[in-house]
């Protein structure tokens, strides 16, 4: 498990799961409400390999319908999971174990096929320096979680919002007029400490990064030799400017790109190129 990937706090989430399960149950479920009452044990169990995350998540939409629930994590957040194994343990009232269900197998089953697929980008380059990180390519209102399930699988977090860091991309360039005017506009008007991020898909431009005293560079979507080129003349300059790689990151260009020498590989992949990992609920007999 990556031991930083922590939750938003308990007062956003319970927020987040509150408008998603009144999606779900409406008016009330019909069902349930009309069939069951008492108590009952219950497990999850996946239907596929691959590596969990949102079990404190789920765990939390089933005390906010009856705090009485007791949910037991069989397995760690982050670990490797095979095809049949028990991952929970639940008891707690019919009622609320059967209305929570979707909810919270949907949440664990969307972070945990993010976390798996994430994992896989991560091994790739795990010997080398370099770091992965996700990007704001994300599905509207899930962000939080999908970026906490990148950090489950051993990912890096990038800005988790336009107000995290200022980000000069190509469409700024061109309305500021270059970037050296981008640069000189944008550190007049943000708050300090925020850092300014440069996109740049040219030496020349990566020069002019430098020259303006950008704190990060972005290389986009730079062929591997002009990629080397860059970060050879931005340690020269400044050691101390971070050099990001983005842009055609898959599975079998990632290690290429970060043995340029890159501090981090950013892509949307993870998140954008995932699958949900199969998990089900089963009442104990």
Known sequence: MNRTATLPSQFILDKLLQEWLLEDIGRGDRTTQSLISGTRQAVWIAKENGVIAGLPIAERVFQLLNASTVFTPIVQE???????????????AYDALLTGERVALNLAMRLSGIATLTRRYVEKIEDL???????????????????????????????????????????????????????????A??????????????????????????????????PLEMMRQAVEMIR????????????NVTLETLRSIAETGVDFISSSAPITR????????????
Do not use: C
């Not at 999971?81 to 639940?90: L, M, S, Y």
């Not at 020269?236 to 842009?247: F, H, L, Q, Y």
């Not at 995932?274 to 007999?285: C, Q, V």
């Open 78 to 92: 982050g670990e490797a999971v095979q095809k049949g194994q028990t991952i929970a343990e639940i008891q707690g």
């Open 129 to 187: 320096p370099t770091r992965l990180t996700d990007t704001r390519k994300t599905t509207p209102g899930l962000r939080v979680l999908e970026k906490y399930a990148t950090r489950v699988g051993g990912a890096v977090n990038h800005r988790m919002g336009l107000d995290d860091a200022a980000m000069i991309k190509d469409n700024h360039i061109v309305a500021a007029g270059g970037i050296g005017a981008a640069i000189a506009q944008v550190r």
């Open 189 to 222: 008007n943000i708050p300090y400490p925020l850092t300014i991020e440069v996109e740049t898909e040219t030496l020349d431009m990566v020069e002019q990064a430098l020259e303006h005293g950008a704190d990060i560079i972005m290389l986009d979507n730079m």
């Open 236 to 247: 020269r300059k400044n050691d101390r400017i971070r050099v990001e790689a983005s842009g």
């Open 274 to 285: 995932s699958t949900w990992l199969d998990l089900s609920m089963r009442f104990k007999a």
